[in-house]
């Protein structure tokens, strides 16, 4: 995160350079960077992790007036496995919770993004939560195994459709009533799951 907006106007961060040098007002800048600070096996760098959403937030506050479509898009869920040692199993991707690893971690800096962009007044786009279920829709490679477990999880057109259509049919079994979910709002019984 702070190649994106730095405190040192010597070294800007990137996000910095472009609105100086190459953007437009009516530009959307659509940033995430929950991954550099957080890996399933190794943890949350806690500290720079917060240090880097301050930072972003404190230029967005000074350059809002100028460039107001800045979207943060929070960390999508990691399907990657852990070995013994604390490094990534990258072609095995598991359902949240069976790796060796918590997923509260990875809700908690949704958390941490959300409350810290709010009071700045940066809009946080949750992806998370949509993300949870999806370890078997990362990118395959030629050979079969797959890419990585982290990147290219996120439901599209087929999926949003498919979850309506089992939210509309759990509502009707009376499903739906059990989880919070009293009218159809596409993946409203994961919310508040990890």
Not at 145 to 159: I, L
Not at 169 to 184: D, P
Request: hydrophobic share 35%; net charge negative; glycine share 8%.
């Amino acid at each position: 995160g702070e190649e994106y907006a730095a405190n040192n106007e010597q070294n800007p961060g990137l996000l910095q350079v472009l609105q100086h040098d190459e953007a437009q007002p009516d530009d959307i800048f659509y940033l995430n960077f929950g991954r550099w600070h957080y890996t399933n096996c190794h943890g949350l760098q806690d500290g720079p992790y917060r240090q880097s959403l301050n930072e972003l937030g404190s230029l967005y506050q000074r350059t809002k007036a100028k460039f107001p479509n800045v979207i943060y898009k929070t960390i999508s869920a990691d399907h990657s496995a852990c070995r013994s040692s604390p490094s990534l199993l990258k072609d095995n991707c598991l359902p949240l919770g069976q790796g060796s690893y918590s997923p509260a971690v990875a809700k908690n800096m949704v958390k941490v993004a959300e409350e810290i962009l709010d009071r700045y007044g940066v809009p946080v786009l949750e992806t998370y939560n949509v993300t949870k279920d999806t370890h078997l829709g990362h990118i395959l490679l030629p050979n079969g195994g797959v890419q990585d477990c982290t990147h290219y999880c996120s439901p599209g057109v087929p999926e949003v459709r498919w979850q309506f259509l089992l939210n509309a049919l759990a509502v009707l079994t009376g499903a739906a009533a059990a989880n919070g979910c009293h009218t159809l709002h596409v993946f409203c019984s994961h919310t508040d799951s990890i």
